[in-house]
């Protein structure tokens, strides 16, 4: 018998079934390891605790369940946080309130149990981060769901959290960015403003058209061709010294989007959502992405069209620089521009 995670003793005492075990073990495959040669990030290593529901266990001895309604349907919510160093030495978790705050409004948009305050959540991310001693962390919080075969509701869910180092999502030079052929999941066929697993499948697609034709990242429009956002990064564009960035509606409203704009109120940066079109963005002056892992970065060009404005003389750098003291607490007057 063994304790799976989901807490239910199993009968392992006869042969495996064919075709492998019953669950998905990653302790035994090559522990960590993300398939993408560009940023062999390792996610945990045989050390490395997690939380779930509750627990403090080993990342490489948890083992999940391979009839869940998440993998076969997607059907799961998660969060992106970070984790810094402060400028005092301490650890703080960024915006942890309004990031657990949103996974508690997706898991309800989902309609998936959801059984923690922000408080405990918040609580037990610093443990997973003191436990794997860890200051700048990239924070992966998860709700999902049981073996069920159905599209039936669950009167259950699972909740894990994970965490890592993470490099800048999006590297830290300039992208070069490609319009993609896909446009964001139009919000009348899914909770556009809920943090779903299964909406990132258009994201993937969107990426990999992006980098299979040699540039860094997509750009997608929304249902009706106006500029939404990255595959997980919002975006902002500049001209004459105002920014402007795409409406809440058809896109995951960020919380660094939300940042971004707080500093433009801080530093007296003119800055308008609403509705533009590619049109738009191809007699910008500069443009940059912003989101949780992305943090702030500038782009080159998009399409064929190459930003006039260097990126150190933009407004978007200036807000690179703040958004990056505002997230170690540093005092704004270091590195003003
Ligand atoms: N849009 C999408 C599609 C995303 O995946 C993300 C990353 N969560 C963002 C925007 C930025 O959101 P945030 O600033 O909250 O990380």
């Not at 398939?35 to 948890?62: C, P």
């Not at 429009?221 to 919002?234: F, K, S």
Request: charged content about 25%; some cysteine; proline content about 6%.
């Amino acid at each position: 018998m063994v304790l799976t995670a989901h807490n239910k003793l199993i009968d392992t005492s006869g042969p495996p079934p064919k075709g492998g075990s019953l669950f998905f073990d990653p302790g035994r495959r090559r522990p960590g390891r993300q398939n993408n040669i560009e940023s062999m990030a390792t996610y945990y290593n045989e050390h490395t605790v997690l939380w779930l529901d509750g627990r403090f266990q080993k990342a490489a001895e948890t083992k999940t369940d391979l009839y869940g309604q998440s993998l076969h349907y997607g059907y799961a919510v998660f969060e992106g946080i970070r984790s810094y160093r402060t400028a005092a030495g301490s650890t703080r978790i960024f915006k942890a309130w309004e990031h657990f705050e949103r996974l508690r409004r997706s898991a309800e948009a989902l309609n998936m149990p959801y059984r923690y305050s922000t408080k405990e959540m918040i609580g037990a991310s610093y443990e997973v981060l003191e436990r794997n001693k860890l200051q700048d962390a990239y924070i992966r919080p998860v709700v999902y769901g049981p073996a069920n075969m159905s599209f039936n509701p669950n009167t259950e869910s699972f909740t894990v959290i994970e965490a890592w180092e993470m490099a800048p999502f999006l590297g830290e030079k300039l992208l070069r960015v490609m319009t993609s052929s896909f446009q964001r999941p139009n919000p009348k066929a899914f909770r556009i403003e809920a943090k779903a697993a299964g909406h990132y499948v258009n994201s993937i697609m969107a990426s990999h058209e992006a980098k299979g034709k040699g540039f860094d990242e997509a750009l997608l429009t929304d249902m009706n061709g106006y500029i939404a956002e990255g595959p997980g990064a919002n975006m902002f564009f500049e001209k004459d010294g105002r920014l402007y960035t795409p409406a809440t509606g058809n896109i995951l409203p960020g919380i660094t989007r939300a940042t971004v704009l707080e500093i433009c109120k801080e530093e007296g940066i003119p800055v308008e959502e609403g509705r533009y079109t590619p049109e738009d963005l191809r007699t910008a002056d500069a443009a940059f992405f912003c989101g949780t892992a992305a943090e702030v970065i500038g782009w080159k060009s998009v399409d064929a069209y190459e930003f006039p404005l260097p990126w150190q003389e933009t407004r978007g750098r200036r807000i690179q620089l703040a958004y990056k003291d505002k997230v170690i607490e540093q005092q704004r007057t270091l590195s003003t521009i």
